[in-house]
Structures are given as structure tokens and as C-alpha cells.
């Protein structure tokens, strides 16, 4: 497997998309820092393939676990010609890991690879198949990652083994004894199973037994034949008796058709006798029906013009309900009129006696307005003497024992004379009359407004009935108004000038009207009886006509092609082929005509019926004639149809017999082929299931691919060895005996030891020699042309190689990276690195990130 491109995104220390070309590589080192995410580009690419990383535990689901980011991986890879896209990505949270494996076609387009590619447990043998190494054999001859590189090595025997099988395919061995040993159990069982059908199905086939049937059979068709003779004579008189017994049934048929048609016709004439009584009857019921009718419908014309007249003098109907409904209106009107008239004098009158009270209430309002006005300047005169008492009081008791000279307390000036003291009677007077005035101007307000809201009802009251005044004189105009156009409508029905009571005149015009209509529809009644009774009659009277024209219809039947029909059965003419003809009258000629043609087809019915008697007869002679000519090949018969029947099954049964014959033996004939083919091939599939159950057996003892894992194991030691004798400046050798591998230590005296007792860095060595040299010789040990090792991928501690070690591992791998193989090296060492184009990981904070260094 060659991987080309890798695509990433999300997964492990790539929280960035990222992508990985390596179509152009031969061999590259991906570097960087410990803890970069280097190794993650190889869980990418396991995970991608087989959908696991367990190399640093299943760090998928722990990702997953923890609520990261969507992971998809995408990676293409080839194998021989064949190229494949695998994409696998994981939701985050709980989702579902989703897959999609792809094939390339020859157009260069990505199409499905095969059915189940889109189910991740599905989609995992596909890949395993198309690679052809499992999981473990990936990790063990592809990757090969860090803390299990050595496991090839010094791993156990036994998964080894498993690892060569796979590698190289030597599974084909044992699927070799497998189908080696199923073609010998089933070419067994089909040799058991011809034995058996010779045994059970061609026990009889011998040649003696086909030389009777033959004899048998040659028996057979002789009497076959002269039946078939004998048959064919048979078959002849029987024919010309079915002819003879056709031509009598036709003659029956025909007598018997004659005799119905005579009876038709005389049917008919019985009925054509009494429809022509029953037309005259009824044509004379039409003659007085039209009578009846005609009157009828000159009465209706008659009161029809009546009420065309009426409608210029009494007018229509419909203009007098409309007249009644406006007649309605108008004495509505006039009574609406008188009422509103009444009303408007009634108002009129109460004017004046309002507009009388709005005058005295104004009067009242200005008197007590003037009253009110009075008492307000009392009030304030009394306020006025009030503040004067309280002054002369409060000087009074600041003043108290000055006399003339002193300094005034308010002032300061020398008094003139000494004040006055002020008595406390005068305050108290001064007090009561404010009181008393203030009281009687409070009085005064309020009767102010009670004059005021009396005036207020005075004026509204006259306000409002100067409202109704008008409103009332509106509404006697607009009546005053409709009842003229209730008297200009009437007048267009009625006339001008209207009469008197306009009611009781439309009441009589409708009376009037009514009796006219009442008229007219009994004079239409009448004329649509009499015109029912003149339709009854003449229905009547067509009924009779149409009678008689069934009748002659009847009696118009050609009987020509009968005639023609028995002359054909007896071979001449019977009767005269003009009978009489049909007349167009449908009284009595008709019925003359009905009794000649019943006449002559009675006498025609007989005559054939004669003739039919005499073919009849033929039967027994034909019945001796053909008992003749079986001469004793079956037994007597009374009929014909009887004898015929007896040849004919006799016929059969020797036509029977004689193919049975034929059959028996023709199939002896092919038992004896088929018994000697079933023989050869008994002795051809018991020859070959002896030889593949040996076959099975060599190859089921595992020996082969014992031998061969055995050969892989020493050429891999072989080849491993100049690998590590190269890495360790030719200290260290590599052997394998009993399927462990040694080390031979040419600088201890050629010492051979286990493998586990290598230190760290050597370990590594001897690994890295097995590893290359596995992935150089796999193709040359391999069986089949899918075992190629195009692509190994090394993560591994070079940290532990000094500078020289280092050198020739980098000349070691360099070497390997030829014919097309890809090799990639995961280091953190620079001086390994440099020596490669790097891809190198760069760790950020947010994510690692790649980059291509040439």
C-alpha cells in the first residue's frame, strides 16, 4: 500500500484543518517538538483504514468524550493499479462515527466501492481485503510505531507466524486443502449418487429386453394401420349418412318454420279484424273531440280580449295593488299632517308664555345682582371699621401710662400729648356688624344663583320650544310633500280628477279584474281539457294505425329464402317462389292476403315434412354397408355413430399401444447410452476424489506452509543480518532457529544469545535491520502479486543512536526508498530530519499545524 494524500481535520492535536500530500515523496521525515502531534498523523491514517488507534489508546473516543471538535479523515491510497479514497469522520458529543470507502474508475472519477462501502461494519473487511493486512499486520510490516517496533523482533513466535501468512499469502495453501478436500467429498457423492441411479433406474436396460420391445413394437403398427383403414372407410358412409341426416333436420327445421309462420299469419288476420273496427271508432272519438276543442278555444280568445280591454279602463292588475299600497300611504299622510298641525299650535301658543317667564327671570337676576352689590361694599365699610377698632386698640396697649413728651414706641419722636386709650366695646361692635354683613351678603349670593339658574330654565325652555316649532314645521312639510306624490301617482292610475275615496275605487277596478282573470282561467282550464281529450283520441287512433302496421309488418316477412333453403335440401323446387303480394290498404285486402300466405305456407310445412320422413329412413342400410367393411375388427353396432365411435376408440388404442412400443424402446435404446456414460463416469469420479483427498491430506498436515513460513523466517534472518551487520559496523549478526531469532556477536567470539538481552539502542538496531530487510524481501517471498510492501512508516527513538549510527541509518533508509516505495521517518531529531524533505509540526497554542520543508 502507497498512501498519497491525508486530509485531517480535528483530530487529535490538529484542531485545524490540515492535509498531506505525498504523491511526489520517496522518502520524508516528519518533524518537531515532543508532544506536536507528529505521531498523530499516524493514528490519522490507522484510524482512516481500520477505525482504531490503539498504539496510545483509543484516542478517538476519548476525544469524542471530552466534546471535541467534528473529526474526519480522508486518505487516499493505491494498491497495485487500483487507487482508493477512504473517508471517515466522528460528529461531536455522542454522534455516530459515519464512513464512505471509494474507488477510482478508469474516467478518473470516485464511485462507491461495491456495496456496504458506506457502513463502518461493512466498509472494515473491504479495506482489509483491498489491502490484504489486518490490523495487527499493518502495525507490524507498515507502521511500525514507537514502543511496539521491536515486536517483529523479539514478539512471539506464533503472531509471527500469523504476519508472514498474511504478508505473504501463503493462506492460499491452506485454502488450497480446503477446496482440494471439498471436490473430494463431492466428486465422492456424486459417484455414490450414479451408482445409485444405475442401480435403481437402468437395472432392466439390457440388450435382449430392447429386442423384444422392438418385436412388440413392429406389432403394434401393423394393427394400427389396418384400424386407420378400416376407420377411414367408417368415416366415409358416416359422412354421407350426416349429410342425408343434415338435410332431413333442415327440411324439419324448415316445416317447422313454415308451420309457425302459418300460424303467425293467421294470428295476424284475427287481429287486423277487430283494429279495424276499433279505427273506425276511434277516428270518429277524434272528429268530436276537435269540435270540443275549437269551442273551447274561441271562449278563451273571447275572455282574453276581455282582459286586454280591461286593462286599458280598470288598468292592471299590478298598477291597482300598487294604486292600493299608495292610497295607503297618502290617508297615512294626511292623518300624520293633522297630527303634527295640532302640535305646532300647541307650541306656538306656549311661546309667548315663555318668553313672558325668560323677562321675569332676567328682572330677578338684575335685582339681586344690585342687592348683592350693596351688601359687598357694607362688607367691606364694616371690614374697614373693624381694622380701625383693632389699630386704636393695639396703639392703646403699646401706649398704656405715656403721657406728653414721651418717645413714641413706634417711632421714636417725643409725643405731642398722650394718646387716647381705646374702649374694648367699640372692637366688639365693629366685629358683630362685619359679621352681620358678611352674613347677609352671603345670603345675597345665593339667591344670585338661584335667580340666575331659574332665568337658565327660562331660556332653555323657550330654546327648546322653538326647536319643536321648527322641527314640526319641517316635518308638515316633508308629509305635505309625499302626499302630493301620492296624489300625483294615483291620479296617473286613476285618473284626474281623483275620485273622492280613492280606496274604495281601487277596490272595485281589483274586483273587476279578479272576475275577468277568474274568467280566463276557466275558459283555459276548459280548452286545455278539451285539448287533452282531442290528443287522448287521436293517441287512441294512432295506437290502432300503428297496431295495424305491427300486424302488416308481420305479414310482410319474405319467406322467399325458406322456400329456397328446402329447395336447396331436397334438390328441387317444392312450391312456386311468387307468393302473393303484400297490399298498402289496411282494411280488408290485408286480410285477404293473411289467409292466401297462411294457406300456402301450411301446405309447405307439409310437403317438406314428407321429405324429411323419406332421408330418414336411409340409417340402416348405410348401418350394413359400414358393418361390412370393419369385417370383425370390433364388435356390431345399431348406428352408425356408434360403430364410428367403437373404430375410432379401437383406432386409438392400437395408435396407443404401438407409441407406447416405440417409446419402450427407444427408451431402452438411450438407457443402454446413458448406463455405459453413468459406468465411465462411476470410474472418472472415484479416480478423482482419491486423488484430491490425497491432495488434502499433504496439504491440510500444514507442512508446506510450515516450510515456507520456515524458508521466510531464515531468508528474512539472512537478509536482517546484512542490515544490522551495516548498522552496528558489522558487530552483530542475525540468526533463527526454532522460529526465535539470535544475535551472533562477532566482537565476543562470535557468542550467539537471544535478542532480549540487546540493549535499548542496539534492540532498535536489530529491529530496524529485520524491518527493512521484511519490507525489501517481501516481495520476492510472497505467493501471490497483492504482498507489497510499498509503504513503511517508522516512529521510533532515533534519540538513542550516537552521530555515526545515525549516518548509517539514514544511508540504510535511503537505500530502501527506491522502486516506487514510500518511507517515512517521525523524529524529533534535526540532524535526521535534514536529511529528508520534512514535513514539519508546528504546535500552537490553538492547534499543531503542518508544513512542507523541501
Known sequence: MRPLRLELKGFSAFR?????????????AISGPTGS????????????????????????????????PRMAVTLEFAVGNDRYRVTRSTPSGKGTTKILLERQDEAGEWKQAGEGADRVREAGPLIARAIGLTYDGFTRSVLLPQG??????????????????????????RRMAERAGAIARESSIRAQERELTLEREYAEATPE??????????????????????????????????EAERSAEELRACAAEAEAAAGRARAAAEAVAVLVEELEDAASLVEQCGAASRAAREALEGTRSALRHADGTLRPADELARARLWAHSLAEALRAREGKRVELERATGAAEELADHVKLSEGAVAESQSRLAALETEVRNAEGELEEARHADLVAAVSAGLKAGDSCPVCGLPLAKAPKRSGTRALEAATTSLERAREERDAATGAV????????????????????RARLASEIE?????????????????GDPLPLDAAEEIARRSAERERLDRAEREAAREAAEAAQALSAAERERDRVVASIDRQRDRLATDHRPLFERAARAVGRELVSTNPPALPGDLGLALLAFAAAISGVLAAFAERVAEEASLRSSLEGR????????????????????????????????????????????EELAEKLVSKKRLTEEVKELTARAGMFKTLALELRADRLIAFLQAEALQLLAAAGSDRLQSLSDGRYRLLCRDDEFLVV???NGDEERSVRTLSGGETFLASLGLSLALADQVRSLSVTARARLDSLFLDEGFGTLDSESLRTVTEAIEQLAGDGRLVGVITHVPELAEQFPQIVVQKRPTGSRLALVP
Open 148 to 173: 511496539r517496533f521491536a515486536e517483529f523482533l523479539v514478539g512471539d513466535a506464533a503472531k509471527r507466524r500469523e504476519i508472514l501468512t498474511e504478508l505473504l499469502g501463503l493462506a492460499l495453501f
Open 209 to 242: 429386453a430392447l429386442k423384444e420391445a422392438r418385436k412388440l413394437a413392429g406389432e403394434a403398427e401393423k394393427r394400427e394401420k389396418t384400424l386407420t383403414d378400416a376407420a377411414d372407410q367408417v368415416a366415409g358412409i358416416l359422412g354421407r349418412w350426416r
Open 37 to 68: 502531534g507528529k505521531s498523530s498523523l499516524l493514528d490519522a491514517m490507522t484510524y482512516a483504514l481500520y477505525g482504531r488507534v490503539e498504539r496510545v489508546g483509543d484516542r478517538v473516543s476519548q476525544l469524542v468524550s471530552q466534546g471535541q
Open 16 to 28: 485545524e484543518p490540515a492535509a498531506i500530500d505525498f504523491e511526489a515523496l520517496d522518502v520524508f
Open 478 to 494: 316633508g308629509l305635505d310633500r309625499a302626499a302630493a306624490e301620492e296624489v300625483s301617482r294615483l291620479q296617473a292610475v286613476l
Open 745 to 747: 556477536d562477532t566482537w
Open 622 to 665: 348405410l348401418v350394413q354397408e359400414a358393418t361390412e367393411k370393419v369385417g370383425g375388427l370390433v364388435e356390431p353396432a345399431p348406428t352408425l355413430a356408434a360403430l364410428a365411435e367403437a373404430v375410432a376408440v379401437a383406432c386409438a388404442e392400437a395408435t396407443r399401444v404401438a407409441t407406447v412400443a416405440a417409446r419402450r424402446a
Open 449 to 468: 344663583g338661584k335667580a340666575e339658574r331659574s332665568a337658565e330654565a327660562a331660556r332653555r325652555g323657550a330654546a327648546a320650544n322653538a326647536t319643536d
